[in-house]
């Protein structure tokens, strides 16, 4: 009982705020989300990425082991994700990075926080930056058939990686009165976030959801066998595997359905994984939470 409890009481906070979104649209109140995501993408998250690193006391090798069991893990995804793709005969440009990629943003980060503290989300900050490092990277080509690749270095959350790996691995600190500035920055990250993700669920208009509720089943064990096989082969501490896994089997982010739509691909049907494998989520996320904790 007491681990249904504290279960709970890490996911409940994440549900609600994107329930508030959620509700708030259904309101018919004026929310514009292409502002809110530049502000949390430019400014708040990167924030977040730098003072979370620098906080945090993750040992350098530790660091550098994590990120690569990041880079392993979501490359085994994509092989098992491409393997389902090419035999049920689904349209990769569709299908294939939304089956890979989840929601480390909007829902990981909240989710490492609660369930693992500070030092959980500088974990999740290093597996949500080699997210979006790909993401950015292979996650366009896969949609669009091509891009470019040099997109990536020109996004302030890579910047602000670096630079936190950095201040990370010399021991520095910024001056307190910039620490406390680029905190508060970064606290507007999470919920901002969570409550953009209800907003833009709300306003989906998914299709081929019975599809999407099966696909979304098979992305989470196709993604939890990539994040275990991945953090046991680097021999990951108990902690930063747990992290992995929890990002990995995040639902399929509303990035990968602006990308679908904004590259021509059948953004109808990523809206359909979005909702799908959120609702899904709900269930999901705490029996997963529920086995590692």
């Excluded at 979104?21 to 109140?29: A, H, N, S």
């Excluded at 904004?262 to 994984?273: I, R, W």
Aim: proline residues 4%; neutral net charge.
């Amino acid at each position: 009982m007491n681990l249904v409890i504290t279960v709970l009481e890490i996911t409940s906070p994440v549900f609600l705020l994107a329930a508030i979104g959620f509700v708030w649209v259904k309101l018919g109140f004026e929310y514009r989300v292409e502002f809110v995501t530049r502000l949390a993408m430019t400014l708040s998250v990167p924030c977040l990425v730098f003072v979370a690193l620098m906080r945090t006391e993750i040992t350098p090798e530790a660091l550098a082991r994590l990120s690569l069991a990041s880079l392993l893990a979501y490359a085994v995804a994509g092989l098992l994700s491409a393997g389902l793709v090419w035999a049920v005969r689904l349209p990769s440009r569709t299908f294939l990075a939304p089956l890979i990629f989840g929601n480390t943003g909007n829902l990981g980060l909240p989710l490492a926080l609660f369930a693992f503290g500070d030092n959980g989300l500088g974990l999740a900050v290093v597996v949500f930056a080699v997210m979006a490092v790909m993401s950015f990277t292979v996650g366009i080509w896969m949609v669009a058939g091509g891009g470019d690749w040099t997109r990536a270095l020109k996004e302030p959350l890579v910047s602000a990686t670096l630079l936190g790996a950095l201040f990370l691995w010399q021991g520095w600190e910024t001056p307190v009165f910039l620490t406390r500035s680029l905190e508060l920055v970064g606290q507007m990250a999470i919920p901002m976030m969570l409550i953009t993700l209800g907003v833009a669920v709300a306003r989906l208009h998914p299709a081929g959801l019975k599809r999407a509720f099966v696909l979304s089943a098979v992305k989470v064990v196709l993604c939890l066998i990539a994040g275990v096989g991945a953090g046991v082969l680097l021999e990951l501490d108990d902690t930063a595997l747990a992290v992995l896994v929890v990002q990995l089997a995040t639902p399929v982010a509303v990035t990968s359905y602006l990308l679908a739509e904004k590259f021509g691909a059948d953004s109808a049907e990523v809206a359909g994984l979005v909702v799908a494998s959120t609702l899904m989520s709900m269930i999901s996320l705490p029996l997963i939470l529920g086995y590692l904790l």
